[in-house]
């Protein structure tokens, strides 16, 4: 739907007014040359694109200007994860997983029924729970929200997002016949201890997944798959669709502000509405000699910047991914563009001083570097072509890579993570299935989608156990439900509403009573509260991205019931 959208960017804009791709090019050349020329940085600021003929671009316009970052920001971060896989093996990336080769399954945090990694998990996890020769997967969840996946598991623990760190670290413990130290509540305790005996039983054809952003958690889980073999665990074709990178994101904020950064380019980021300190963003830009954004709409962040680049839709563009490692994609248009709009690319390419279109461009590149002598119109027709993974590649880069410090001494590791230490309330901030982190916000399809737990439509809403939701004065009666929502609820479904605080920002948000959630939690999903770029009637629900300091999902929060 987003194809057609009436508010999709027809030109490109400067200063708000219309403009053109001669005006475009013209002074964002200007200004990329005045940014060398004064010493100052040029920045892509960018999404993950995994794709292997735009990281080479990149790197061409790395080298014809020589200042340049790319800084890579995904919305919703998966930098832990990546941290850790980088430190480990030498590349960014994510560990890839085939949960059909599971006999037995620990997961500690992670949606992967959702969209945990981006997703894509449901398909191999469901061929194991199909019953063959009276056995199918055993599947154990550790979780404060009640998840999809934990819906779908044998076992589901509740529990708070600082002790699933205690678990994971006693878990590994138990593995590794390691000591560990930290407490538990006792029934906590008593199905880590019995997870770890499925899966020492398993061996091989058990696997652990952790959902927990931290580096030290994604390290420990690395390893415990490596201790059993895992069947399921590949470490060899990693997964290339989540790699942004916190610090540099923060590192960037920093810089802004300090005024050292010359020109700063973007392409599939809205980091005033995504980023926890959208503030300091926006100052920032202030000091900014040259800002651009890519974009479809004039949203939070293209709204604020001096050119707005009309970028097309994907169904109107040439692209090429690499999704997991080896496995290549082609993207071809499907309609020719209904506006006047430029790919981030073909800027690229204006920019590095070349006249190739990014058709010719792609068709290069997979003939030098991809196809290996394999045919281009083959690939070209299959959209897809399989590369070969070498376990030798990846050794290579293990050893010419240097190992940071978090993976020097494991038990120091889980004996750290085994240390945290537990609020009175902790709040867990999630993608909704159907909203993820609010690209599509101005989708009605996806506004009417129901989540598949609450079965609620067009709003997001703090879930809260009904046990803290009664402490706390948030529980409508069964018996009086219908005459007190119409007055106290305000939209909330069995519960009222709530100011909800985290390092001293406040939003306010509806209640939800969710079966399941762990006592002393609560739940708030991403991707609601957008403001610009889409139609008044999409502007629904709250911005959680304000509650996600540092990128933590998981925080101290204070629940208040609203006078």
Same mark, same amino acid.
């Given at each position: ?9 027809a ?10 791709w001669? /005006? ?6 200007? #200004? ?11 920045v892509?600021l960018?999404?993950?694109f ?6 080479k671009?990149?790197? /061409?316009?790395?080298e014809k200007?020589?200042n ?5 920001y995904?919305?919703i ?13 030498g590349?960014?990336g994510l ?12 997961s ?5 029924? #959702?969209?945990?990694? $981006?997703?894509g998990?449901?398909?191999d ?22 998840s ?6 044998? +076992?589901? @623990?509740p529990?708070k997002p =600082? ?6 670290a ?10 560990v ?20 039983k398993?061996?091989?054809? $058990? ?7 931290? @580096?030290?958690?994604q390290?420990? @889980?690395?390893?415990?798959?490596? %201790?059993?073999?895992?069947?399921a665990f ?7 669709t ?22 700063l380019? *973007?392409?599939?980021v809205?980091?005033l509405?995504s ?5 300091a963003?926006?100052? #920032?830009?202030?000091?900014?000699? *040259?800002?651009?954004?890519f974009?479809?709409?004039?949203? /939070?962040?293209s709204?604020n ?10 169904? !109107? ?6 999704i +997991? ?6 993207m071809q ?7 006047? %709009? ?13 006249? *190739? ?28 072509y ?7 590649e990846?050794? &290579?880069?293990v050893?010419?890579?240097p ?5 020097? &001494? ?9 240390? %945290? ?6 709040? =867990? ?5 159907? *909203? ?5 916000a ?15 439509t067009?709003?997001?809403y703090l ?13 409508? !009666? ?7 929502s119409?007055?106290?609820?305000? $939209? ?7 100011? @909800? ?23 708030l999903?991403?991707?609601?509260g957008r403001?610009l ?15 996600? %300091?540092?990128? /933590?999902?998981?925080? !101290?929060v ?5 006078t």
């Amino acid at each position: 739907m987003d194809l057609y959208d009436s508010l999709r960017v027809a030109n490109p804009k400067k200063n708000g007014e219309d403009s053109s791709w001669i /005006e475009f090019d013209a002074d964002t050349t200007a #200004g990329l040359n005045a940014a060398v020329a004064s010493g100052k940085d040029i920045v892509l600021l960018t999404q993950t694109f995994a794709s292997p003929s735009t990281s080479k671009l990149i790197s /061409e316009f790395k080298e014809k200007y020589g200042n340049v970052r790319h800084v890579v920001y995904d919305a919703i971060s998966e930098s832990a994860a990546a941290d850790a896989y980088q430190n480990k093996y030498g590349e960014r990336g994510l560990a890839n997983y085939d949960f059909s080769k599971a006999e037995t399954i620990v997961s500690i945090g992670a949606d992967f029924l #959702g969209d945990w990694q $981006g997703g894509g998990f449901d398909s191999d996890y469901s061929k194991g729970r199909i019953p063959a020769h009276g056995k199918m997967s055993r599947h154990i969840q550790f979780e404060s929200n009640m998840s999809l996946t934990g819906a779908n598991a044998d +076992k589901r @623990v509740p529990l708070k997002p =600082s002790q699933q760190k205690v678990a994971l670290a006693k878990l590994y413990g138990k593995i590794t016949g390691t000591s560990v130290s930290g407490n538990l509540p006792a029934h906590i305790e008593e199905a880590v201890n019995a997870a770890a005996a499925e899966l020492l039983k398993a061996a091989s054809n $058990g696997v652990v997944v952790t959902g927990i952003q931290d @580096v030290n958690a994604q390290t420990l @889980v690395l390893s415990i798959n490596e %201790t059993l073999s895992s069947k399921a665990f590949d470490s060899k074709t990693s997964i290339k669709t989540r790699q942004g990178n916190n610090a540099d994101v923060s590192k960037l904020v920093a810089d802004m502000n300090a005024g050292t950064i010359g020109a700063l380019i *973007m392409s599939g980021v809205n980091p005033l509405y995504s980023l926890p300190n959208a503030d300091a963003f926006t100052a #920032g830009l202030a000091n900014v000699d *040259m800002t651009v954004a890519f974009s479809m709409k004039e949203d /939070e962040t293209s709204s604020n910047a001096q050119y707005i680049a009309a970028a097309p839709h994907y169904l !109107e563009s040439w692209g090429d991914t690499e999704i +997991k490692k080896g496995h290549f994609g082609l993207m071809q248009p499907a309609i020719r563009p209904l506006f006047d %709009t430029k790919q981030f690319q073909d800027a690229l390419l204006m920019w590095n001083g070349s006249d *190739m279109s990014y058709h010719d461009y792609i068709k290069n590149n997979w003939n030098t570097n991809i196809l290996n002598g394999s045919s281009w119109n083959q690939a070209l027709h299959d959209g897809i072509y399989v590369g070969a993974v070498t376990t030798e590649e990846i050794v &290579d880069k293990v050893e010419d890579t240097p190992q940071k410090s978090v993976n020097s &001494d494991l038990n120091v590791i889980a004996n750290s993570l085994a240390a %945290t230490t537990s609020s009175e309330m902790e709040i =867990s901030l999630y993608p909704k299935t159907g *909203m993820g982190d609010g690209q599509q916000a101005n989708n009605p399809w996806l506004q009417e989608f129901p989540d598949p737990l609450t079965r609620t439509t067009w709003d997001n809403y703090l879930t809260i156990s009904e046990a803290d939701a009664k402490d706390l004065g948030l529980f409508l !009666e069964p018996s009086t439900f219908f005459n007190q929502s119409s007055h106290d609820a305000a $939209g909330g479904l069995n519960g009222k509403y709530a100011n @909800v605080t985290v390092n001293g920002v406040t939003i306010t948000a509806p209640v939800i009573i969710q079966p399941g959630q762990a006592n002393g939690t609560a739940g708030l999903s991403f991707g609601y509260g957008r403001t610009l770029g889409l139609k008044s009637e999409m502007q629904t629900g709250v911005n959680a991205f304000p509650l996600y %300091t540092n990128f /933590e999902p998981t925080q !101290e929060v204070t629940i208040e019931a609203t006078t």
